[in-house]
């Protein structure tokens, strides 16, 4: 069974910094794109960044460019978005999810809070 | 960027019911176009992918259709279950962008 799993979550106070995870199973990670998107409160979704299966490729939106970083860990089938100067509109639940383009599978979410 | 408009933002319908939800992109996108399902406090779930294709495991009374810029995802036949809110999204070109959803309720 395809399995992401979220964790890493947490409040945090503006200009600090958290390390999501994401683990995955069920299918060839190693071979597979992987996203993170994200839900504000009370509103949509939004894709945050992806990765190419070996990592040589990474993309942003324009709002986290420079404070978020994608990584991953094939050996762990570990999926990581480090996040720095967090600000109070990056406060949302973040989705790991299978996929570059096509958001096959999604993890249930954890909860990034940025307040102060 | 693309945007992604969906119509309406919401409706109501009743069980039984056959429910349209629009998707126009700002360019033309293909057929590089998914739609979502979410539930209340769940993650999302891929029921459509390139425009028309059905994911697995995905009822046949969800089905997609269009191309270029203009998008239908329509429910033959409303079930209790399928009161959720749903999201186009497109897949031709970084960032990949979503509608604002359209939130399916009961009448």
């Known amino acids: 069974e395809v399995q992401v799993v979220d964790s890493g979550g947490g409040l945090v106070q503006p200009g600090g910094s958290l390390r999501l995870s994401c683990a995955a199973s069920g299918f060839t990670f190693s071979n597979t794109w992987m996203s993170w998107v994200r839900q504000a409160p009370g509103k949509g979704l939004e894709w945050v960044a992806n990765i190419k299966p070996d990592g040589s490729e990474k993309y942003y939106v324009d709002s986290v460019k420079g404070r978020f970083t994608i990584s991953r860990d094939n050996a762990k089938s570990s999926l990581y978005l480090q996040m720095n100067s967090l600000r109070a509109e990056d406060t949302a639940v973040y989705y790991c999810a299978r996929g570059g383009g096509v958001f096959a599978k999604w993890g249930q979410g954890t909860l990034v809070a940025v307040s102060s | 960027d693309i945007q992604m408009t969906q119509s309406p933002s919401s409706l109501s319908a009743s069980v039984g019911d056959r429910v349209i939800i629009t998707c126009r992109a700002s360019q033309s996108i293909g057929t590089y176009l998914n739609w979502y399902q979410q539930k209340s406090r769940k993650a999302p779930e891929l029921l459509i992918y390139g425009a028309s294709n059905l994911q697995s495991g995905v009822p046949s009374s969800f089905s997609g259709s269009g191309s270029g810029t203009d998008f239908t995802f329509t429910i033959s036949s409303l079930q209790p279950e399928d009161f959720a809110t749903y999201y186009c999204?497109?897949?031709?070109?970084?960032?990949?962008?979503f509608g604002q959803g359209t939130k399916v309720e009961i009448k």
């Open positions: 999204q497109q897949n031709y070109s970084i960032p990949r962008t």
